[in-house]
């Protein structure tokens, strides 16, 4: 997965907040203290924390591997170790410091680029880690060839598309022989949708599996020599360009001939409109559920299923159906409902039913590690959470029949086997223990047999087009004797379930589609179930995609088209079964076109010799183990300056100044530390300004420092009264003919240290404890300019003016944080955020401030109803002297709409005084519409725009006691605070992700009726 680090504007704005907290926001909890050590290798420096040397020294040979494999394509050599930061599942995995931002369960690995630090978890099979090291390690050259390019700069990144920077990252690590891609290609071409390459950025098109297709299409037709000339013209004068340049075309034409060669090779097998050849009818789909409905689990009586699906489109989750008509019955659980859970490991993982249909277990990561959920179904929502001890990554669990055990592929240190868990004792026992890895279990009806996906055979045999396959392995339980069931040799045989004869079924590639299968244990013959012309397949080819009733004759699978997941449902009969060839693999509809022997195919010709290569690189690859170090470094410099003469502008007069700025980040190689310090200077030199602020993120405590100078410049110019020439004076008497003219130029100076600490709870939750300590003082210059009568500058005077005393601020605060909130274009749609605060103001303020902040959005497609409330609060000391503490108000056009500075000033200047306060309550109501963007969420499938629709009532109330709001007072000064009104109407657009307008019209029905008006505002800040 590429991820570029290059915004100082963003590094700015995270580091400057150090202090003052982020006021919402998810979080990335360090659960656990992970020990990495170094292992060096000829090109990499690896960084881990395996207690496996077996699997260690794999990794060290896979990776030397991959970078030869690589650099034959790409021509480029490392001159420095690169950093490779493993750790040993995905929930580790997603607390890593190196990437900022949350890690999705979908993210198999990422490569940043300011180090150059390749950052992955290991799978839970070998082919899914090998992959996913390969994929990276391209992105590592990417970065080393444009950063470090003779020609090229880190911005030049920004000229490569997506879809061209993953596909080449997928090419190389796959190859043109991919059943998965080419499933998704048919489907194109079944549904006459196959994208120009200008199309190709639409998030409709997914950049991995079509890029992959591209840079097939360009290796075979010009040849693997070709690949990195492209991609380096594309980085250094975009596509258009790149195309003409390298490969003497026009990227029209490139597009067209790239299309047709698709259309040409799996118009073989598919046609326009063709109907495919289903089998049962459809149960769940975009009809009644969402366009991802995946991972369906049968009760065992046939009477539900309960599956993932994006129904609510924000989140995947998990939903009760019935299971012969498909009406969904309700949700089963949620991550937006559950702030416990941090995520559903839902790519390649379904639950599994206890024996007596009531109820149902499924594993998430929560806390750093896999827990297993077992959650009544029926009975109201019991939910049991339980940790499998010493095994803190797993996945599939399969419950058994006797309802006493459940079985999980586990993954520890690496190795991935079959575990049991006693759920009577919470006894956990190992079933297998091998280097292959077992994934997908099931039982048999009589508990005596558990079925599983294996790459044993593979591993033994060698690999098929550079992969790893998997045939089927049945374990005895009671033995623990393992049988390898050796059919479609080099094929991927997935998903092995047990039918109610007691033979198997299983999903296979074996001719480059996917379709089930069943094998007869006793003749050990092959039937072939359905001949579909995209396939049955989950999110990954590992993903579980069938399932079967054990009580009932009923059949559930993951049918993909037209780029959707939609279950069907069938019975034993509606198949007909046709004997296969167990030995028959043919492989050629599962690859990329076009097919050239005139062009020279490294990629292709590299992973069919893989294992020859591996055995030679094996022998000469050293391994040394170094001292870990931090490498506090430079990661990032940024910035610009110049120097000028003002002499265009004569009201300034004629002046030289200096204007510019500097950002650098550091950090050190995990990112457990990070210092960020920042200059500029706009003006003169007591214009400059700085902040130094520190981020230790290495605990589950994480704490921070700030340090900054910020001066605040003002000023006001004021020309000559005369319209004629006059004498004036200087300020030593002496006379000059002309003007005189003048400037009072103000700055405030913000010197300012301040601490945080923060204690993540988990993914949505958090407690931050905080000081600062700040001291402003003034500095006012007073400037007169002498002008001729021709209005030419002739002199200029400056002297400093008293400015009267600094002051002090200091403050400490505690605050309790949750967010849930899923974002649509603009604003939240779906879920919550609170925040409740605590701070105490000594020095110049000093009063305490007590805050209150709740939210909730209920998503109810295609709108959401979002309320927000928030109380805000000053108590004690000269909370309510607005001599010396500025009051708030309430009718700030972020809290309540409709009563801007113009409206109030020149036509109900009243409500000034009645919205001020040291106290506010503000209440505000929104139903909100995505107007334009994403197909699956806007009135309008625009998806260059994001705009939102939002009818809105707002009010707000601001006082400083609570007899402001009785209806008379003891003074004749005295005003009634009351609640200000107002409803209306407003448009969000997202600007390219940089800003978010809000043009708003607003009735403020709090104003006098003789000047209630609708009233047109404006916003530049995102929806709450």
């Not at 992959?131 to 020609?151: R, T």
């Not at 499924?362 to 590690?369: H, T, W």
Request: aromatic content about 12%; some cysteine; overall charge neutral.
């Amino acid at each position: 997965m590429k991820r570029c680090l290059f915004l100082p504007l963003l590094l700015a704005l995270l580091f400057s907040q150090t202090a003052s907290a982020q006021y919402f926001g998810r979080n990335k909890p360090r659960y656990q203290k992970l020990d990495f050590k170094v292992v060096q290798t000829e090109n990499f420096e690896i960084y881990q924390y395996l207690n496996n040397p077996e699997v260690l020294n794999q990794l060290a040979v896979d990776v030397e591997l991959w970078y030869a494999m690589h650099q034959a394509v790409l021509r480029d050599t490392f001159t420095e170790k690169n950093p490779l930061i493993l750790y040993n599942d995905h929930a580790g995995f997603q607390q890593t410091n190196v990437i900022q931002g949350d890690i999705s369960v979908g993210t198999g690995g990422v490569t940043e680029g300011l180090r150059n630090r390749v950052v992955m978890p290991l799978a839970m099979t070998n082919q899914q880690t090998n992959h996913v090291l390969g994929h990276e390690l391209v992105h590592a050259f990417q970065y080393h060839m444009v950063i470090g390019g003779d020609s090229t700069s880190l911005r030049n990144l920004a000229n490569l598309p997506l879809w061209m920077v993953e596909g080449l990252a997928e090419y190389l690590s796959i190859g043109r022989i991919d059943p998965h891609t080419s499933l998704w290609m048919r489907d194109a071409v079944l549904n006459d949708d196959i994208p120009t390459l200008r199309r190709l950025d639409n998030f409709k098109y997914f950049p991995y599996r079509w890029g992959q297709a591209f840079w097939a299409y360009i290796a075979g037709t010009y040849g693997d020599e070709v690949i990195p000339v492209l991609f380096m013209n594309t980085a250094k004068y975009g596509l258009d360009p790149a195309i003409k340049i390298t490969l003497y075309t026009t990227p029209d034409s490139l597009s067209a001939d790239w299309r047709n060669s698709l259309k040409n090779h799996y118009g073989r097998w598919v046609t326009k409109g063709q109907k495919d050849r289903l089998v049962g009818k459809k149960l769940l789909s975009d009809d009644n559920a969402g366009t991802l409905n995946i991972c369906p689990v049968l009760s065992p009586n046939g009477k539900y299923v309960i599956f993932l699906s994006e129904k609510n489109l924000f989140t995947t989750d998990l939903f009760l159906a019935d299971a012969r008509t498909g009406r969904i019955m309700r949700k089963v659980a949620s991550t937006a409902n559950d702030g416990h859970i941090d995520q559903f490991n839902f790519i390649e993982s379904a639950g599994s039913w206890s024996p007596n249909d009531q109820r149902f277990a499924y594993d998430v990561y929560e806390k750093g590690q896999s827990v297993l959920v077992i959650q009544n179904i029926f009975k109201g929502r019991k939910v049991e959470k339980i940790k499998l001890e010493g095994v803190p990554a797993f996945s599939n669990p399969a419950w058994s029949p006797d309802g006493k055990t459940i079985v999980v592929s586990g993954l520890v240190n690496g190795q991935t086997d079959l575990y049991a868990l006693d759920l009577k004792t919470r006894k956990v026992r190992q079933l297998t223990n091998d280097r292959a890895s077992e994934i997908l279990p099931s039982w048999s009806a009589d508990g005596s047999r558990i079925v599983f996906s294996t790459d044993a055979i593979s591993l033994q045999r060698g690999r098929s087009n550079g992969a790893y396959t998997m045939n089927m392995g049945i374990l005895d339980v009671v033995s623990g004797d393992v049988e390898q069931i050796d059919v479609f040799p080099g094929a991927d045989n997935m998903n092995p379930q047990f039918d109610k004869n007691g033979d198997l079924l299983f999903l296979s590639n074996r001719d480059g589609f996917r379709n089930l299968y069943r094998y007869e244990l006793a003749t050990k013959k092959v039937y072939q179930l359905t001949e579909l012309l995209t396939g049955i397949t989950g999110i990954t080819p590992y993903a579980p995609a069938f399932t079967v009733a054990e009580d009932r004759d009923r059949i559930l699978y993951t049918y993909f088209n037209h780029g959707e997941y939609i279950i069907y449902q069938a019975k034993s009969a509606d198949f007909t079964p046709k004997e296969v060839d167990p030995l028959a693999v043919d492989m050629v509809a599962a690859a990329l076109p076009p097919f050239n022997p005139r062009q020279r195919d490294i990629v292709n010709t590299g992973l069919r010799t893989i294992d020859n290569a591996q055995k030679e690189v094996q022998a000469t690859t050293i391994t040394q183990t170094v001292k870990y170090k931090p490498k506090f470094n430079l990661e990032y410099v940024g910035g610009g300056g110049g120097i000028g003469v003002n002499t265009g502008n004569t009201s300034f007069g004629t002046t030289t100044g200096l204007a510019g700025g500097v950002d650098m980040l550091f950090g050190d190689i995990l990112g457990n530390n990070q210092l960020y310090v920042g200059g500029a200077l706009n003006g003169e030199i007591q214009d400059i300004a700085g902040q130094l602020s520190y981020i230790n993120n290495k605990n589950r405590i994480g704490w921070g420092l700030n340090l900054s100078h910020i001066p605040f410049r003002s000023g006001a110019y004021y020309q000559d009264a005369s319209f004629v020439p006059h004498t004036v004076y200087t300020s030593e008497g002496e006379p000059f003919f002309g003007y005189k003219d003048s400037l009072i130029l103000q700055r405030l100076f913000q010197e300012r240290i301040g601490g945080l600490i923060f204690y993540p709870l988990s993914v949505t939750k958090r407690v931050e404890l905080g000081a600062a300590f700040e001291i402003y003082h003034q500095r006012v210059d007073y400037y007169l300019y002498y002008i001729d009568p021709f209005g030419v500058l002739r002199g200029q005077e400056r002297k400093r003016l008293p400015s009267g005393p600094g002051i002090n601020l200091a403050n400490i605060n505690a605050a309790y944080v949750g967010d849930n909130a899923y974002f649509g274009g603009t604003a939240p749609l779906q879920g919550w955020r609170y925040r409740i605060g605590l701070e105490q103001f000594f020095g110049a303020y000093r009063f305490t401030g007590l805050l209150l902040d709740g939210r909730r959005y209920f998503y109810a497609k295609p709108v959401t109803f979002a309320l927000r409330g928030i109380g805000y609060g000053r108590f004690g000391g000269n909370a309510n002297n607005t001599d010396e503490v500025y009051p708030m108000f309430a009718g700030n056009p972020f809290f309540v709409r409709g009563y801007t500075n113009n409206f109030l000033y020149n036509e109900a200047p009243e409500l000034v005084e009645q919205m001020a306060g040291s106290k506010i309550v503000i209440a505000n109501a929104e139903i909100r519409l995505p107007f334009t963007g994403p197909r699956q969420l806007a009135l309008l499938p625009i998806n260059f725009l994001l705009t939102d629709l939002n009818l809105f009532f707002d009010a707000g109330l601001g006082f400083f006691e609570l007899d402001d709001l009785k209806s008379t007072g003891d003074s004749p000064f005295f005003v009634q605070h009351k609640p200000l009104l107002s409803t209306g109407a407003s448009l969000r657009v997202n600007l390219f992700g940089a800003l978010i307008l809000e043009p708003y019209i607003a009735y403020p029905i709090s104003a006098p009726k003789e000047v209630r008006r609708w009233v047109w505002g404006f916003n530049i800040l995102p929806g709450w």
